[in-house]
């Protein structure tokens, strides 16, 4: 949708670039699905037919675990329990009054004689699910990693219970029957058309760009205001969606089914399809659905038994799921991303597709914000990392936080950015900092970057710093636009497209100041920002960090052991040792304090100083 000027330039775009590219795939893959349909109704038998609609109805189902597991990075058991309440919901609402009389005797007045049409019955079922991945969802994304892979199994046993336990409405684990088979080849085909438009697209929101920074790194992504939570738990409710809806289609296309089809044989399916595919991409579950279904096609001809190429075969039970989980374990073994898991098809992603970078300069801040800080302390243990602070610092000033190592200097930083809870004392921003969690730090105006580096490897450059300006800015183009301006002044603007993980490792400094900045913040904390840079870099950087600070009249606070840089570029200096602030003054003044020349040479008679004077400023009133 790139309009060509009558000059020849190329004018602005409608729709950020991220979205136009994700809809060229999801075009790509849609007609793909319905050649694969055509091809089926035009030339397969009613068999064939059958096998490619399970497929759209497996894809829709794979697609929505998808949404969840590739975006978040939690392995996902329960969403065959979903694909189970969409599947009796709608079963019960389409059954005929008559029929629902004779099967569900003892079903409850208010669940009786519905008779919906299956779109309908669809869109209950979604409701259904938005209820239920509310209710399943708030607790799982308080858990991480392997807890809430072992919640979401917890989940697919509960549901499978309650299915057995609720005879009067399921006919517990007896075959549930009478569902009027309404949904065919090209229901199927739509459904799993719109979950690909879906699954594609969801990784450019706001909630998809959060959800796969946490993934990568949940502290670089609170640095930059991203909530994982509410990222997690979008995904989650948008993936019991698209799987209720599979759970709905599967009922009317079976017409017949029992608990047992949507318990563990389902689940280790539905993994097995995502994983062979490649879970972090909508490309790799689309691949991993035919990949998967071809292959158990297949395989279903021998486990029968009977003449193979000349050999009597015996009956192999079972073969078809040994296979599927051979392949997941060559698939995990040989390439732990998917046959298709390490990037989208990516259609329209190239040089000549970058966004155009903001001409807009960031308004600068007003004057008089401040941090302050007001007897900050935090021990561990017997260790006091940092012991009794108070400091201020002032929006359009570079301070340097200077001190021997484990001085503390590192833990001062992570408290000020939310990242560390101080053991005793306040921290404030214009107001004191509301609540806790390094992400409402962020949004209220206090960027960081980390003493190891923090990027989201597995995303691109560009999407990196997009994740930041997505907080701010009010729309994905405009998250574009600033995220490129950040980018080339960094100059990182040619390597947007490349994955992060990929940079040299100068690159990945300047990438995690450029995503900071993205935040428009009103401090800007380094923790050692030069660390492996060159002297031309480092050059660069005092360059960069000055001309921003003219511009925009932050707050630069940065820790740092290069003295070069430090006297170069900082207007105040605070020296720390021990966890209590030593000197406090210009750079001038500290680099003779004789305090700072012992902490930093350790000589016992300096010592003394530091002592005397620590035991002097306790004194004052
Ligand atoms: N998570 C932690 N658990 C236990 N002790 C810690 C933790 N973090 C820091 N410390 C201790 O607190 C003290 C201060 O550490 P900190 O990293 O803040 O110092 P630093 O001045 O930043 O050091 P460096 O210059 O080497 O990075 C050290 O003794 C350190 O071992």
């Known amino acids: 949708m790139t309009a060509v000027a009558m000059d020849g330039s190329r004018a602005r775009s409608f729709l950020p670039a991220a979205l136009r590219n994700a809809g060229a795939d999801t075009v790509a893959m849609v007609a793909f699905l319905v050649l694969a349909a055509l091809a089926a109704y035009l030339f397969g038998n009613a068999a064939m037919q059958r096998v490619v609609t399970y497929a759209a109805i497996m894809l829709t189902a794979v697609l929505g675990l998808q949404v969840f597991s590739g975006n978040t990075g939690i392995v996902s058991f329960g969403h065959a329990a979903f694909i189970g309440l969409g599947a009796y919901a709608t079963g019960i609402l389409t059954m005929s009054a008559a029929l629902q009389r004779s099967a569900l005797r003892d079903l409850p007045q208010f669940l009786a004689g519905y008779e919906l049409p299956f779109l309908a019955a669809l869109a209950v079922v979604v409701g259904l699910a938005i209820v239920v991945g509310l209710i399943t969802g708030t607790p799982l994304v308080r858990l991480g990693g392997s807890s809430a892979a072992i919640a979401t199994l917890a989940l697919l046993i509960i549901v499978y219970t309650v299915l057995v336990a609720g ?22 085909t739509a459904v799993a058309a719109v979950a690909l438009a879906v699954a594609r697209l969801f990784r450019e929101t706001a909630f998809g760009l959060a959800a796969r920074a946490a993934a990568d790194d949940e502290r670089g992504a609170a640095a930059v205001g991203v909530d994982h939570r509410t990222a997690r738990l979008a995904a989650w409710v948008l993936s019991a969606v698209m799987a209720a809806a599979a759970g709905a289609m599967m009922a009317q296309f079976l017409g017949a089914f029992s608990p047992k089809d949507f318990y563990f044989h389902l689940g280790f399916t539905l993994l097995a399809m995502l994983i062979v595919g490649g879970m972090s991409t909508s490309l790799g579950a689309f691949a991993g659905v035919i990949v998967t279904t071809v292959l158990i096609e297949i395989v279903r001809r021998f486990e029968g038994g009977g003449e193979v190429l000349g050999f009597q075969m015996p009956v192999l039970f ?64 017997g260790v006091v990392a940092v012991d009794n602070v108070t400091l201020r610092f002032d929006a359009d000033t570079i301070t340097g936080i200077i001190g021997p190592n484990g001085a503390g200097k590192t833990t001062l930083l992570n408290m000020i950015a939310g990242d560390v809870t101080p053991s005793g004392g306040t921290i404030s921003v214009g107001q004191p900092a509301g609540g806790r969690g390094a992400f409402r730090f962020a949004r209220a105006g206090i960027a960081r970057t980390f003493q190891n580096i923090r990027v989201f490897p597995n995303m691109t450059v560009l999407e990196n710093v997009v994740v930041a300006a997505r907080v701010v800015e009010d729309s994905l183009a405009a ?98 040792d021990r966890g209590r602030v030593i000197a406090d003054g210009l750079p001038a003044d500290v680099r003779n304090d004789p305090a700072v020349v012992a902490a930093y040479l350790g000589s016992r008679t300096a010592r003394a100083v530091t002592a005397a004077k620590t035991a002097e400023t306790d004194q004052q009133p």
């Open 479 to 576: 998250a574009e636009a600033a995220a490129m301006r950040e980018l080339s002044r960094m100059g990182l603007e040619r390597a947007a497209h490349r994955p992060a993980a990929g940079l040299a490792y100068g690159q990945r400094r300047r990438l995690e100041i450029a995503r900071a900045l993205a935040l428009k913040p009103r401090f800007l904390l380094l923790d050692e920002p030069a660390a492996g840079m060159n002297a031309v870099e480092t050059a660069e950087l005092i360059a960069i960090l000055s001309a921003v600070r003219d511009e925009r009249r932050i707050g630069v606070i940065l820790i740092e052991h290069d003295m070069r840089l430090v006297m170069t570029l900082c207007e105040r200096i605070v020296v720390v």
């Open 167 to 188: 005879r009067e409405i399921t006919r517990g684990s007896q075959p549930f029957y009478g569902v009027p088979r309404e949904v065919g080849l090209w229901t199927a």
């Open 318 to 381: 079972g073969l078809t799921e040994g296979v599927l989980a051979l392949s997941m374990i060559l698939v995990i073994w040989r390439r732990p991303s998917g046959l298709f898991g390490q990037r989208e098809l990516n259609l329209l992603r190239g040089p000549q597709n970058l966004p155009e970078a903001s001409t807009q300069q960031v308004q600068p801040h007003p004057e008089g914000d401040r941090i302050s800080v007001e007897n900050l302390s935090r021990r561990y243990a």
